[in-house]
């Protein structure tokens, strides 16, 4: 026969003996009432910890919206725990745009506007929302500044390490100065 197979079997039937003899002095430890009641409180501290440990967990958060008269109010909010601060602010943003709980105020930008990307780098927020954040409504020519200044503020009040927020819309920085190309000449045109 195969030296190796046999010495399988023998490692395999070894170990079988050790299990049951294993087994049967656990069930005679556990035929002691206080030790089985030991056991029960060890495995119902063991699954509590686990379900804590691995289980979906929400943190409060306060975000700030405005008001009609263009003031900003806190409202506490559950969010679902991450973890990172690229994922955190992440989850804070998309629970700032779905907008305010509270009738009395109003949300920041418009619905189905989304977070697209979010990087965090030494204290610093490179955060990417949707073009839809860009359309402003009727007779309310201040609403995107107010919405930044809205989000800014609830991602700041929600990640106390955060130094400065980089929002863009849609791939673009809302109110930057755009400059011209070499010295105010534009760009020349190549060709014949």
């Not at 050790?18 to 699954?47: D, E, H, S, Y």
């Not at 990172?84 to 930008?109: D, H, K, V």
């Not at 030494?122 to 073009?131: N, Q, V």
């Not at 860009?134 to 955060?162: D, N, T």
Request: some cysteine; glycine content about 10%.
């Amino acid at each position: 026969m195969n030296p190796l197979l046999d010495r399988l079997r023998r490692y395999l039937r070894i170990a079988g003996e050790a299990l049951a003899v294993a087994w049967k002095l656990t069930l005679r430890w556990l035929a002691i009432p206080v030790n089985l009641c030991l056991a029960i409180l060890g495995l119902a501290f063991v699954v509590s910890l686990s379900s804590w440990t691995f289980g979906e967990s929400f943190e409060q958060a306060v975000l700030f919206f405005p008001d009609a008269r263009g003031s900003l109010h806190g409202e506490l909010r559950d969010v679902p725990h991450s973890w990172g601060s690229e994922a955190r602010a992440g989850m804070i943003a998309s629970e700032f745009l779905l907008g305010p709980a509270q009738a009395s105020l109003l949300p920041a930008f418009p619905p189905g506007t989304r977070v697209e990307s979010a990087l965090y780098r030494r204290g610093r927020l490179f955060l990417d929302i949707s073009a839809t954040a860009a359309l402003v409504p009727a007779g309310q020519p201040g609403a995107v500044k107010i919405g930044i200044a809205a989000l800014e503020r609830s991602l700041k009040a929600a990640m106390p390490g955060l130094k400065r927020l980089s929002l863009t819309i849609g791939g673009q920085e809302p109110y930057a100065v755009g400059l011209k190309a070499e010295g105010g000449k534009g760009i020349k045109k190549t060709g014949k």
